[in-house]
């Protein structure tokens, strides 16, 4: 999972420095976590919920296991003048 993370911060890194506009890519992941809840959507089905991009809050054993980190810190890496 680690390794998934870390590829996730390039991903960031190698996008923000193609489209020349980090600020651009963080504020689409503020987006998109803020858009999206499961809880807000109870009628996906199981069989479509892995197309979903859904956000919230997360405990620290679902944080230790992500393959993805979380929009903050990717925000952080990105554009901390947003988090302000």
Same mark, same amino acid.
């Given at each position: 999972?680690?390794?998934?993370r870390?590829?996730? *911060?390039?991903?960031d890194?190698d996008?923000a420095? *193609?489209?020349?506009? %980090?600020?651009?890519?963080a504020?689409?992941l #503020?987006k998109? @976590?803020e #858009? &999206?809840? *499961?809880e @807000?959507?109870?009628d996906? @089905?199981d069989? #479509?919920g892995?197309l979903?991009?859904? &956000? !919230?809050k997360? !405990?620290? +054993?679902p944080? +230790?296991f992500a393959?993805?980190?979380?929009v903050?810190n ?5 554009? %901390?003048? +947003?988090?302000?």
């Open positions: 999972m680690a390794i998934s870390y590829r996730e *911060y390039i991903a890194s996008a420095a *193609y489209t020349d506009d %980090p600020e651009a890519l504020r689409a #503020v998109i @976590d #858009v &999206g809840h *499961y @807000d959507a109870p996906v @089905d069989s #479509v892995a979903c991009i859904f &956000g !919230g997360r !405990g620290a +054993l944080v +230790l393959a993805h980190p979380p903050e990717r925000v952080q890496k990105l554009a %901390p003048s +947003l988090l302000n």
